[in-house]
C-alpha cells in the first residue's frame, strides 16, 4: 500500500486532525461519527439530499420521492437474546426508511464473510433475515457475497441498502423540530444494548433483557395516520440512543430539548444493569424503538394511536422542544434538578449494531 | 456466540453440506459463490426480482422500473495502479446498474473501519469516490460507517449500493441470449486482475498494467442507442473474469457459447504476467469492461458504436451464441483445437475487487 498523503498537504479541517487514525468512537454514532460526516464525508459528496442528515435520504425519481439508506452490521456476538445479526440488518434499514416517513419496499443484502465461518450460522442468519423481511413486508432482491482471509474479518459483516417511496408532501425531518413540539419515545429504552452487552465475551451476566429488534413500519404508519403533518420529525433511537438522537435533531433544528428523568421508560432490569456497568440508559442502543416529534396539540391523538399498536404499547411523552438553549439537550432529573445531556463523544458500547 | 445449529436438522440441500465452513472460493464469483446462492440465499429470500440473477435487480416502483444493486470491495491492497478501492465501489455499482440497461442516478456508501486506519488513507479513498461519482454522473446520498477493533478488520471495507431508473421496455437479462448472438468485448481483458496481483504482497512484479476500473454508463448508451432491443444481454465480467460470465450468461439462457481464442484482445504485459503466473487471461477480472450479446445483424452497428468511444476502442467481436452444448462455454483454441472453458470452482486471484 503505498504511503498515506502527507497530514500537511491534505485540507481536511479540524478538528479531524486531531485524530490520525480511526478510532472505535468514529463508529460510535456519537461526535466522532458526527465530525467524520461533517468535515470528510459531506464535504467531499456535497449535495442536498446528504445534507439533510436524515435516516434515508430523499431523492426525487421520475416524478417520485424515493427513500435510499444504508446501514452496516458488525454486531458482536451475531446471536443474542431477542435476535440476531440477521434481524438487525434488516429491521435496521427498514426502521431508517419507515422514520423518513416512506414505504420501505426493496433492501440489498451485501455480506462480508470471514475463511472458516460455519455454513450453519450462516444459514441460521439467512434464515432470520427472510423472516424478519417476511414480518417487515418487504423483498431482499439483491445481494454480493465476499470472503476474506482467516483472522481479516470476524464472522460476518452485513451490509444492507433500502428503498422505499415517499407517498404524501409532508416535509419532515431532523430539521424540522418546532417550539412546544412534543416529544414521544415508543417504548422502553436501552433494551437492545443492555441485551448485548449481557452475552458480551468478558461481561456476560444472568439476565432476562432481550434485545427489542423489530420492524416500526407498522406503527408509524398509526403515527402518521393520527399525526399528519403535525409529525416534525421521527428517528429510531439506535447507536448513542435516545441522548444522541435527540442531540443531533436539537443540533439540525436549532431548536432546545427538555426531557423527564422522571417519565422516561426503563425496564428494572435494564436499570439494574445500568447502574452495574455505570453506563446511561438515554445512550443505550435501541433497535425496535421510535422518537416522535409531533405539535403540541396532536400529541394526545398521536400517542393514543401508537399505544393501540403492539410496538407502542408503552408511548410515553418524555420531553418537549423549547425556544431557550438552542442545540442543548437538559434533563429534568429525579430530584428536581437539571442537567445538560451532551452528545456523547466517542462510544459506549462499542459494536452493538 | 450459541453453538451453531446441528447440521442434521438443517434443510440445505446438497451440495453446500461438502462446505461445512465458508472457503474463499464461496468469493470468487466462480461455482462456489453460485451454489451460495442457489442453495442458501434463493431458498431463503425467495422473489423474481433475485431470480432474474442480474447484476442489478429490476423492481417496479410506483410504476417506474428501478435497477437496484450491491456490492462490497475488500479488495487488497486498498491502492493499486489505475486506482483504489474507492474508485472500484463507485464504478462497480453503477457499471451493475449500467448493464441492466439502467441510468445510475444514486449511490450509498457503507464503510467498516479498523481501528487504527490513517484519516488520511480514508481521506484519500473518499476523495477518490467523490471523483468517480462525479465522472460517472452520479450522487453518494446516505452512507454509513463502523468501526471494527484492530484485528478484526482489514484497513477498510466499502459496500455501495446503487439505484438507477430502467427507460424503454426492452427485456434484457442473462437468461436472454439466443442462438446465433454475437459476443462483443468492449476491450482488453484481465487488466484489472493483474494490475493488483502486480503489487500484491508478496508477489510484487515490475509491470505497466493499470486497472481498468471506469464506469461504463457513456459506452453503454452508445451500445443501447445502436443496437436497441437487439442487445439481449450486457454484463460486466468482474470477479472471474470473461470466462465465469459467459458461462453464467450459457447456464441461465441454456445455450451454447463459442469464443475464439485468437481474437481474445488482452495486452503483451498482462498475457506475460499470466503466464509467469500460470493464469489465463479469460479468468482474470476486469473492472472497466463490458460483454455484450447483441443480434448478429445489429452486431457491426454496435460494434462501431462502442469504437467510436474513448472505452471502446478496442471493442471486438470475440464469439457467437450457439444452439450446441447448452449452457456449456468452448473456446477455439489459437492452434486450432477447441477445448471446454469450466465455470471455475474457487477464486484465482482472492480479494480483487
Known amino acids: 500500500m503505498p504511503e498515506p498523503p502527507d497530514f500537511s498537504n491534505w485540507s481536511c479541517p479540524l478538528p479531524l486532525r486531531d485524530y490520525p487514525s480511526i478510532v ?21 459528496f456535497r449535495n442536498d439530499a446528504l445534507e439533510n442528515l436524515g435516516d434515508a435520504s430523499i431523492v426525487s425519481l421520475t416524478g417520485n420521492r424515493l427513500a435510499f439508506s444504508t446501514d452496516s452490521f458488525v454486531v458482536r456476538p451475531l446471536f443474542f437474546p431477542g435476535g440476531s445479526i440477521g434481524d438487525l440488518a434488516v429491521n435496521g434499514t427498514v426502521n431508517d426508511l ?8 426493496y433492501l440489498s443484502v451485501g455480506m462480508i464473510l470471514e475463511e472458516g465461518f ?7 442468519i439467512v434464515d432470520d433475515m427472510a423472516r424478519a423481511a417476511r414480518t417487515a413486508g418487504v423483498q431482499i432482491v439483491t445481494g454480493d457475497t465476499k470472503v476474506v482471509e482467516k483472522g481479516h474479518g470476524d464472522g460476518c459483516y452485513v451490509n444492507t441498502a433500502g428503498v422505499g417511496v415517499v407517498s404524501g408532501t409532508e416535509e419532515m ?17 436501552g433494551d437492545h444494548g443492555m441485551a448485548i452487552m449481557s452475552v458480551r465475551e468478558g461481561l456476560e451476566f444472568q439476565t432476562t433483557i432481550r434485545s427489542d429488534t423489530a420492524a416500526l413500519t407498522g406503527l408509524i404508519e398509526q403515527v402518521l395516520q393520527a399525526g399528519g403533518s403535525s409529525v416534525h420529525v421521527m428517528r429510531d433511537p439506535t447507536r448513542g440512543g435516545v441522548a444522541s438522537s435527540l442531540n443531533e435533531i436539537a443540533a439540525a433544528s436549532n431548536v432546545g430539548i427538555v426531557i423527564e428523568e422522571k417519565v422516561m421508560p426503563v425496564r428494572s432490569e435494564v436499570r439494574s444493569a445500568c447502574e452495574l456497568l ?10 425496535g424503538k421510535v422518537l416522535v416529534f409531533v405539535a403540541e396539540n396532536r400529541a394526545p391523538a398521536v400517542l393514543e394511536a401508537m399505544r393501540a399498536h403492539p410496538l ?8 418537549k422542544v423549547v425556544d431557550q438553549h438552542p442545540g442543548i439537550v437538559v434533563a429534568h432529573t429525579v430530584i428536581g434538578a437539571s442537567r445538560v445531556v451532551p452528545m456523547q463523544i466517542g462510544e459506549q458500547l462499542p459494536r452493538i449494531c
Open 98 to 105: 419507515a422514520v423518513s416517513g416512506a414505504r420501505p419496499l
Open 278 to 287: 455505570g453506563l446511561d440508559p438515554v445512550y443505550v442502543a435501541n433497535e
Open 312 to 319: 407502542g404499547r408503552e408511548a410515553v411523552m418524555i420531553g
Open 24 to 44: 472505535m468512537g468514529h463508529g460510535g454514532g456519537g461526535k466522532l461519527s458526527a465530525e467524520l460526516i461533517e468535515h470528510l464525508f459531506l464535504p467531499a
Open 173 to 189: 425531518g431532523p430539521k424540522r423540530a418546532k417550539a412546544a413540539d412534543a416529544i414521544i419515545v415508543s417504548g422502553t429504552i
Open 118 to 124: 460455519p455454513i450453519a450460522s450462516l444459514a441460521r
